[in-house]
């Protein structure tokens, strides 16, 4: 599976922003997916994860209320909605999928997209 991360860009801090992640070579609906992200200095951490059919999602608490995991498997894509970003919110995202929610969620994902840098400024 390859995975084409896009629309990352600078923002101003409470604005808004929407990742998409197009995934190809396999059959989208089978993986489940996640965005992570990792600022400067930091390690990579999970931000969001939706299941197979779009039914469930999860969030980090840093980033509950504030952004929206979503997907559209007639399109093999999986979008993240950020609304009011903020400087913390600065870092570079990456897509990721994998047949299974553990992997996912363990951050041990098979498959990652390329990263789509997000700057948010105050």
């Known amino acids: 599976v390859q995975l084409q991360a896009s629309g990352g860009g600078l923002v101003q801090a409470g604005g808004s922003l929407r990742l998409s992640c197009t995934a190809s070579?396999?059959?989208?609906?089978?993986?489940?997916m996640g965005w992570f992200r990792q600022a400067p200095g930091k390690e990579r951490e999970i931000v969001a994860a939706?299941?197979?059919?779009?039914?469930?999602?999860g969030y980090a608490d840093s980033v509950s209320g504030r952004f929206t995991i979503s997907r559209d498997n007639a399109k093999n894509t999986v979008y993240l909605q950020m609304n009011s970003p903020n400087s913390e919110d600065t870092a570079v995202y990456y897509c990721?999928?994998?047949?299974?929610?553990?992997?996912?969620?363990?951050?041990?994902?098979?498959?990652w997209g390329q990263g789509t840098q997000v700057t948010v400024s105050s």
């Open positions: 070579g396999g059959t989208f609906s089978n993986y489940f």
């Open positions: 990721a999928a994998d047949l299974a929610r553990t992997s996912i969620m363990a951050g041990t994902p098979r498959y």
């Open positions: 939706i299941s197979w059919s779009g039914g469930r999602t």
